[in-house]
């Protein structure tokens, strides 16, 4: 008798809007088109239709990406991002949350906050504030910053070295874990009108942290928000971001053309989550970059593409690149072959486009522009909703991705197409919900789909900070 192999169950997709609070983010120089609306980000109407637009298509997140500095290295200058609108100018993200989170009830909002910049204090007391005014439906994307230009204007003549980031995001993270867990017991809050309580002083203590980088007495100023620590998300694919993100990261954001390129990484990152850091591996959720050019037909959908190209800023793309890579592709040619240059840096990042992208007989800096002008440094989706699906099925299967942070090329109508066209196909698959798992929960409960998991998961390290209501002080850190 033949044996019954019983089926995978697919993975429950976790989707995030991808967008930054500037015109074109991804697409340099598509704000030019008549459709799109990106350039409006300066209005809040702007951001809640589009939280309304997502909330209604069951989106787990807005995922809003952020810099701090202009993109300079190509060409030794800002001016090619200033002309073109390449991710400049651009706005405090924190900053429109509260009002796309009055005008919804679940979808939660991961926002882009350095610690290189901010003191760790400072960056609690906002976040924890958000926090409480979205009712926990915020999350944090943990960066380092890697511009120059934003080290220059925040007093440093220069970054700090990549590994010094790392070391001093780790402390800083041992500091916010104080002051949102530890610094306050669950229950201090007692508003006790009868004795004039506000707040219990036995339930709220100093942490006192003395270290290398960061000296925080405290105690954290904001009572404990619906969350305590938002849900934490996170992107490295270095050594020490693989090693930061194994101990930290609830979800990790990747950008790579093809899933071969990441899914060493993912697996690396699962496998040191569970050997290192005693994390469940399937608990870290990996979210890919991706950019769908969606129609009805693939000859709409190849129209669309086509037409998208017209406008797309090649020097916005090179600014962005250079940014990315702290490559300057203006030292070379217009008709050089980049693969073939001295420079091993050059060459191998070069590579990493070329291998993985349709054939071309020469790959010169203009090569890399129009690759990189629409998506960015993720790839391209151009088809019907079953061609982009089965794409978004191949990076699930081989890189082991368990969803993907969804880039526009015209805002807001690539959202638009997307609710429309590939949500229904993903659903008809069982990729997808049909609603939130717990509607007008936080964050973290929808982004696990469990009631109830409000606080960092019994095994993350943020747990063993966590004060809960009825314990002795002197049990937690």
């Known amino acids: 008798m033949a044996e019954t192999t019983i089926p995978e169950k697919k993975k429950s997709l976790i989707l995030n809007a991808f967008v930054m609070m500037c015109s074109g983010h991804q697409s340099p120089g598509l704000w030019r088109h008549p459709s799109d609306q990106s350039w409006r980000f300066k209005d809040t109407d702007h951001w809640v239709g589009l939280a309304k637009l997502l909330e209604k298509a069951k989106f787990h997140g807005v995922f809003i990406a952020d810099v701090l500095g202009g993109y300079d290295v190509y060409s030794k200058s800002l001016e090619p991002s200033i002309v073109s609108g390449a991710q400049w100018p651009v706005t405090e993200p924190l900053a429109v949350i509260p009002a796309m989170a009055a005008a919804t009830e679940s979808i939660g909002f991961g926002v882009t906050v350095s610690t290189t910049y901010e003191q760790p204090y400072h960056l609690a007391r906002r976040l924890s504030t958000i926090d409480h005014l979205t009712k926990g439906r915020v999350g944090w994307n943990i960066v380092t910053s890697y511009l120059e230009s934003a080290a220059k204007n925040l007093g440093r003549t220069e970054q700090l070295d990549h590994d010094e980031r790392y070391a001093q995001a780790e402390e800083y993270m041992t500091v916010m874990y104080k002051l949102l867990q530890s610094s306050w017991r669950d229950d201090a809050v007692q508003l006790d009108r009868e004795r004039g309580v506000y707040t219990d002083p036995r339930l ?274």
């Open 204 to 477: 709220v203590r100093k942490i006192n942290h003395e270290g290398k980088y960061f000296s925080v007495p405290g105690p954290h100023i904001v009572d404990p928000s619906p969350q305590r620590t938002p849900l934490l998300l996170q992107a490295g694919a270095s050594k020490a971001g693989k090693l930061f993100a194994a101990q930290h990261a609830e979800a990790i954001f990747t950008s790579a053309h093809a899933p071969a390129v990441c899914a060493k990484n993912i697996a690396e990152i699962r496998k040191t989550a569970k050997e290192v850091f005693g994390r469940d591996p399937k608990s870290i959720k990996v979210l890919a970059l991706v950019t769908p050019i969606l129609g009805r037909t693939e000859a709409e959908a190849l129209e669309k593409y086509n037409e998208y190209k017209k406008y797309a800023s090649l020097e916005g793309a090179l600014s962005l690149f250079g940014g990315w890579t702290g490559i300057d592709l203006n030292e070379y040619g217009d008709e050089e072959e980049l693969r073939q240059v001295e420079s091993n840096a050059v060459r191998s990042t070069v590579e990493g486009y070329a291998k993985f992208s349709p054939a071309n007989s020469k790959w010169t800096k203009h090569t890399v522009a129009e690759h990189v002008s629409l998506g960015g440094n993720g790839p391209l989706f151009v088809g019907t909703p079953t061609q982009v699906a089965d794409g978004l099925e191949t990076w699930v299967r081989e890189a082991d991705v368990d969803g993907f942070n969804l880039a526009y090329v015209l805002f807001p109508q690539s959202f638009e197409d997307i609710a429309e066209l590939l949500v229904p196909e993903l659903r008809r698959r069982g990729l997808f919900w049909d609603d939130y798992a717990v509607p007008g929960g936080t964050y973290r409960e929808n982004f696990y789909q469990q009631a109830g998991q409000k606080y960092p998961p019994e095994e993350h390290v943020a747990a063993k900070y966590h004060w809960r209501a009825g314990t002795d002080a002197n049990d937690y850190v």
